[in-house]
């Protein structure tokens, strides 16, 4: 099992009477609420917790979200950029580039080239169809989300792969030359990882062998919604995905004791706080399917945000406890759904720095070797998840975690 | 004084709906729901993504009989559209409170969001007394229908959205054009009107060559809805002193 390092770089000094008038944090946040100088002190603090977790043995994983004191990070391939300057050795995952709000794929495939050739091949590339409130910063049609995501992805790998000058004129996309430099340092092309539960996508990311990730959602639905990429990769004849097509990611905080780790660990709820936006941005017109529009209109989406701390940690969405229990929710965690990339959000909120440097030393000393060869043996293992022996009938999977 | 052709706004119910039931009985009027909005051409018309396919649409399948063309909201801007590409086609234009074009600068919107705003606000914004509400369709408004209905909203604003996202609401190659309609022009606006507020559609009466502003009081997006027998009154003396 890989262990991916993150943080969403939050700005966690917006006052909670401002944050009430304009419906949470993101989107509609006036930046006069921004202070270049904290600002800046914040952008250097997460980059040298990258940097401590690159030397503890973590991975590395990047975001970005727009207009929103949630998170600052404002490019994904920016911050990789970034990230990849302050550390040697880890993986940095890009998850992800939200295809449909970019204006040019064809700069997307220069940027990840870019940073493949510069890292070494150090790059895995997430794509995103962005989450549905990013529609306003973007003012990309939310109709046309779904398509856009797909033929930016068609453009952006042939603009990789193909070795001569091309057109592309797509729905979407106009370009009468490509041809992207530098090429990827990988061959074809870094892996692509895509998030998403929606059943068109989790199809489409099978039938294309790209890894599959599941953001916070229950262990029960991450497991019904690799089961549908596992049955649809075979079915398209791939051979049987393993573990490194499949990441989650969870909430984590250790320390010594159970006690301490919840009371710090309690600081990561600030990333799950329920959404205050109108229904109009947290369900933008066509993003959804109406069936799944009028879920989300009566409160079927996103139920982790509505569950307790003391529920998170049991369900194992917060990986909150001592190095032991937090190592036996992982072997859970793999047991039920066959995850082999493990993203940890390290930070949330007002978390000092050195809470997360003491998590981060003490997961690395204590977890991570426990929890590292997870995996490696999977073809030798007799678990449930494994296509010949998983009946289970599929079934479609509600966005857990709606942000 | 023949046949009106009446084209719908978003989140308004199908069929002839308030003021325009009390029209039905001089004249024949036709309120077709737009591709999208939960007709046989639905499917067909995914790839529409303009309001010009929209105006193509009616431009192409009504007859050369003479008509009035009406259209309220986002159907004002589609009537706009067919005007500006068939001026003679039509014996009068008659425009309530109509999207579609942009009269003021960049950091200045012209028009509420009625794709992101909470259909409570809509309400409150659309009419002068909003405990009066009535005839509208929104996703979760009312409250205690079947989901089915809340579906074919939220299918609604999907259409909407697919014509109207970006640039929102308006095309900015239609003020251009709009010196092309000659033909006698009606504009009404209710005076309580924030969606549109009433301003834009006066200024842009100011555009149009043969156009007349009337602002209707204690009403406000809807008029048609809120004020119906001033709006049937007003409307059937314009048509009908046209066509004398």
């Known amino acids: 099992m890989r262990l991916y390092h993150f943080t969403e770089m939050p700005y966690p000094f917006v006052p909670p009477e401002a944050e009430h008038a304009h419906r949470g944090l993101k989107y509609f946040m006036p930046n006069r609420y921004y202070d270049p100088v904290l600002g800046h002190q914040l952008y250097q603090r997460y980059l040298d917790e990258y940097e401590l977790a690159d030397e503890l043995g973590f991975d590395l994983m990047v975001n970005e979200h727009h207009q929103s004191a949630s998170t600052l990070q404002v490019s994904a391939t920016l911050s990789a950029a970034s990230v990849v300057h302050r550390t040697r050795r880890g993986r940095v995952l890009v998850l992800g580039t939200p295809l449909p709000h970019r204006e040019s794929p064809i ?49 952006i790998t042939q603009a990789w792969t193909r070795d001569d000058v091309f057109s592309w004129e797509g729905t979407h996309y106009h370009y009468r030359y490509v041809s992207v430099w530098p090429r990827p340092y990988q061959r074809p092309h870094p892996p692509i990882w895509i998030s998403g539960t929606s059943t068109r996508l989790v199809e489409w990311t099978a039938r294309h062998g790209y890894t599959l990730c599941n953001l916070l959602g229950t262990y029960d639905d991450t497991a019904t919604s690799f089961r549908l990429y596992r049955r649809t990769a075979t079915a398209a004849g791939h051979p049987e995905p393993g573990p ?21 660990g309690r600081k990561l709820m600030y990333y799950l706080k329920p959404g205050r936006l109108r229904l109009g941005a947290a369900s933008p017109p066509g993003y959804f399917p109406p069936a799944s529009a009028v879920a989300a209109l009566q409160g079927r989406l996103g139920a982790v945000r509505r569950m307790s701390y003391e529920d998170l940690i049991d369900a194992g969405i917060l990986l909150v406890g001592t190095p032991d229990q937090v190592t036996a929710q992982i072997r859970r965690l793999y047991e039920h759904t066959g995850a082999g990339h493990l993203i940890l959000m390290n930070h949330a909120g007002d978390m000092t720095s050195n809470e997360v440097r003491d998590h981060l030393t003490l997961f690395a000393r204590e977890v991570m070797p426990a929890v590292t060869p997870l995996g490696t043996d999977w073809r030798d293992q007799d678990t449930t998840w494994r296509v010949d022996r998983d009946h289970t009938p599929v079934r479609a999977v509600l966005s857990s975690a709606l942000s | 004084m023949n046949s009106l052709l009446f084209l719908h706004d978003a989140d308004v119910l199908p069929g002839p ?59 004002g801007w589609i009537a706009l559209e067919m005007a500006v590409r068939a001026p003679h086609r039509f014996t009068t234009l008659t425009l309530v409170s109509p999207y579609g074009v942009k009269l003021s600068g960049p950091t200045e919107p012209d028009f509420a ?25 929104m996703p979760g408004y009312p409250a205690g229908l079947p989901d089915s209905d809340y579906e074919r909203a939220f299918a609604d604003r999907a259409a909407l959205a697919r014509y109207a996202w970006k640039p929102f609401l308006h095309d900015p190659r239609l003020r251009r054009w709009l010196h092309l309609i000659t033909i006698p022009t009606l504009v009404i606006a209710g005076s309580h009107n924030r969606l549109v507020p009433p301003r834009h559609s006066a200024a842009l009466a100011d555009l149009l060559p043969a156009a007349r502003y009337v602002e209707l009081p204690h009403t406000g997006h809807y008029p048609y809805l809120e004020r119906p027998d001033e709006f049937h009154r007003l409307v059937r003396s314009f048509l009908k002193g046209e066509t004398r």
């Open chain 1, 244 to 264: 490194d097509r499949f990441a989650y990611m969870a909430l984590c905080h250790v320390a010594p004791t159970e006690q301490q780790a919840r009371d710090i």
């Open chain 2, 113 to 137: 969001d009625i794709l992101l705003l909470d259909p409570t606000e809509i309400v409150e914004l659309g009419w002068a007394d909003p405990t009066t509400c009535h005839d509208l369709r």
């Open chain 2, 17 to 75: 709906v308030g003021a325009l039931r009390p029209l039905a009985h001089d004249l024949h009027v036709d309120v077709p729901r737009h591709p999208g909005f939960g007709t046989d051409l639905d499917e067909a018309a995914t790839a529409w993504d303009s309001v010009g396919d929209l105006a193509q649409h009616y431009l192409t399948t009504t007859d050369d009989t003479p008509r009035h063309l009406a259209g309220a909201g986002f159907g």
């Open chain 1, 107 to 155: 700069r997307v495939a220069e940027e990840i080239a870019y940073l493949d050739a510069v890292s070494g091949g150090r790059i895995d590339c997430g794509f995103v169809r962005g989450v549905q409130g990013e529609t306003f910063p973007s003012n990309q049609n939310p109709v046309h989300n779904m398509d856009m995501f797909i033929e930016a992805h068609d453009l």
